[in-house]
């Protein structure tokens, strides 16, 4: 138990000077592996087990034992129990047993004034009843579904907080979190959840005005969702970055850029860090990158790691990069190479952990002996 | 006449005023069949200037999608005036995303694009079975069958479509294209289908190519 409390004191002390912007001892390595990959690994069945949590405990564990991680590499964002009680249209699983978020436009262009006018009223009142089918009833019915629906989602996350604390424990994981809070840029939440990818892009060209005042009235709501009740040394805020490689320069200047920076401005002064997955391609948004509050986690999936490492690697804190379908193509020797080559750009002067460039999804989205060796390969060679 | 050039143009900008007005105004002088399918011709030419800037990275994919529905509205303020024969289609497309993947923003600006182009497309919508896409193949015999999707297990199901239609006998009566984020030339190969994009522009060049 000591040997695991010391390995665990370690690690966190790799995370915490990376993240302070220290060198630390070695490069760490954070894999993540999602439910549905971790139950596929695991030989279960995934409708099964995404709607019976205790079968998680020997799914996850298994992905413990197996790959090296100093982080805890696993986590349910999401299950289906919720979605279903509330008659989710935004988060449904398809006849393989995926949880997807299909397009949805749970507001209509109509809908704009009001929203800027109460963002929260206008959400509670027209959006939800149009995303949740359980919620489009009268007030009463409407209250049991809400009840029974939060029920299941704390039942459910608090049965995962405490299976995460227990595998950390077991395994001598770095005590941080990344992901103490979840919240999205306010040009993200309009698009993915509120009007639709194909509602935005059309409203960017024929409500711009609208768009922007909309925006802003929803960065107050995104700063409280992004704030957990409390912030521990080094905890930080996720935030899944999605809309800005689709947008040209200029719209993404407008609509994008700036209630995104406040929200990450806000989140800081309130002590917290924002741990961001810059999805797709950012290349062309770099020096935006930098004005971001210093120490700001990136999960970088596309680009070129060099330009990134010269233009944000003094500043930030950078991870990512390494292709997930190099693992599933790629010789062991290959991955290996890579991950060498990654780590010669990226690793120089800190600020970096290693990562994936995006979780792998599927079991067979990988080769998992390569994923393993690349991981062992970094956790024994990358050392200052 | 309407001013042809100056449709192109203003499509290729996705001057949605500009372009709808031009349109009213033409509608307005009643023309004939054959004037009406310049002024389509015209805004295809348009859509054919906003592939190549997504090309040239001047446009991007919400661009894309709003051109989508610029050409639909250009085509419903024509309908009146289009006639009975419409215009011939260059060719015809089955379409879908594949079984397990729920995703249609790729899907759908391919499709309109694909329209813009003159294709007929039938778009069996999302999570769509391998028996799904052989019996519309069945149906309407298309050219092409354009297979869609965004997660890495889509490419599963792609293979078992295109095994299904070798299976029903149909596979050497059309040309296959996929899309969407996880294909490459590898799982293109694997998959057994012609060609594979990640960029509906370039997507609709291969069809054009095939159709001849």
New interface residues.
């Given amino acids: 138990m000591t040997d695991v409390a010391a390995l665990a004191r370690e690690r966190t002390q790799l995370f915490h000077d990376v993240l302070d912007g220290k060198i630390p001892k070695r490069v760490p390595v954070f894999a993540s592996f999602p439910v549905e990959f971790c139950i596929q690994y695991a030989g279960k069945d995934l409708v099964e087990v995404q709607w019976n949590h205790e079968m998680l405990e020997e799914v996850f564990d298994k992905v413990c034992r197996d790959f090296y991680s100093d982080m805890l590499p696993v986590n349910a964002f999401r299950l289906p129990s919720f979605y279903k009680l509330l008659g989710a249209r935004n988060f449904?699983m398809?006849?393989?047993g995926?949880l997807?978020?299909?397009?949805v436009e749970g507001m209509a262009p109509e809908d704009y004034d009001d929203f800027i006018a109460s963002p929260y009223n206008c959400i509670v009142e027209k959006i939800l009843p149009r995303i949740y089918s359980e919620l489009n009833t009268d007030l009463n019915t409407k209250a049991i579904a809400f009840a029974k629906a939060f029920k299941a989602f704390y039942d459910e996350m608090g049965y995962l907080g405490m299976l995460y604390g227990k595998l950390t424990q077991k395994y001598g994981y770095a005590v941080v979190n990344l992901f103490a809070g979840f919240t999205e840029a306010p040009f993200d939440f309009m698009s993915d959840q509120l009007r639709g990818?194909?509602g935005?892009?059309?409203d960017?060209?024929?409500i711009p005005e609208k768009v922007e005042a909309a925006v802003e009235a929803a960065l107050p709501l995104l700063i409280k969702a992004g704030t957990p009740p409390v912030v521990n040394k080094n905890d930080s805020t996720f935030i899944p970055l999605h809309?800005a490689?689709?947008?040209?320069g200029k719209?993404f200047e407008r609509f994008y850029w700036p209630t995104f920076k406040k929200l990450v401005e806000a989140l800081a002064e309130r002590g917290l860090s924002s741990y961001l997955f810059v999805e797709q391609d950012w290349m062309r948004y770099l020096d935006y990158l930098y004005e971001l509050p210093e120490n700001t986690r990136m999960r970088f999936e596309y680009g070129d790691p060099k330009l990134v490492k010269e233009k944000l690697g003094k500043k930030h804190i950078i991870s990512g990069f390494y292709p997930v379908?190099l693992l599933k193509?790629g010789t062991k020797q290959q991955c290996i190479d890579k991950a060498k080559e990654l780590l010669g750009i990226l690793a120089p002067g800190g600020r970096y952990f290693f990562d994936f460039d995006k979780v792998?999804?599927?079991l067979?989205?990988i080769n998992v002996d390569n994923a393993r060796a690349v991981l062992e390969y970094v956790a024994a060679n990358a050392d200052y | 006449m309407a001013d042809l050039q100056a449709l192109t143009q203003a499509v290729g900008e996705l001057d949605e005023e500009k372009v709808l007005g031009l349109l009213r105004e033409f509608v307005a002088t009643n023309p004939g069949v054959e004037e009406t399918q310049q002024v389509v011709n015209a805004c295809q030419q348009g859509m054919a200037i906003v592939g190549d800037l997504f090309e040239k990275n001047e446009y991007f994919v919400g661009d894309l999608i709003f051109a989508g529905e610029l050409l639909t509205a250009a085509i419903d303020i024509l309908k009146p005036v289009l006639g009975g024969g419409s215009s011939e289609k260059v060719g015809s497309i089955v379409l879908g995303t594949v079984e397990g993947d729920l995703h249609d923003i790729g899907k759908n600006i391919f499709k309109s694009m694909a329209e813009a182009a003159g294709f007929e497309v039938y778009d069996l919508g999302i999570d769509v079975p391998a028996g799904a896409f052989v019996e519309k193949v069945k149906e309407v015999k298309p050219q092409i069958v354009g297979m869609s999707g965004v997660l890495t297990l889509a490419l599963d199901s792609m293979k078992k479509t295109v095994d299904a239609l070798k299976e029903a006998g149909l596979r050497d009566h059309v040309k296959i294209i996929i899309g969407g984020n996880p294909v490459t030339e590898d799982a293109c190969r694997q998959i057994g289908a012609d060609r594979f994009t990640t960029n509906a522009a370039e997507g609709v060049k291969i069809c054009q190519g095939w159709v001849k």
């Avoid at chain 1, 490689?245 to 040209?248: A, T």
Wanted: glycine share 4%; no cysteine.
């Fill in positions: 449904v398809s006849s393989g995926f997807q978020h299909p397009e990818f194909k935005i892009s059309i960017v060209r024929r809309m490689p689709y947008l040209r719209d379908s193509t792998p999804v599927t067979d989205s």
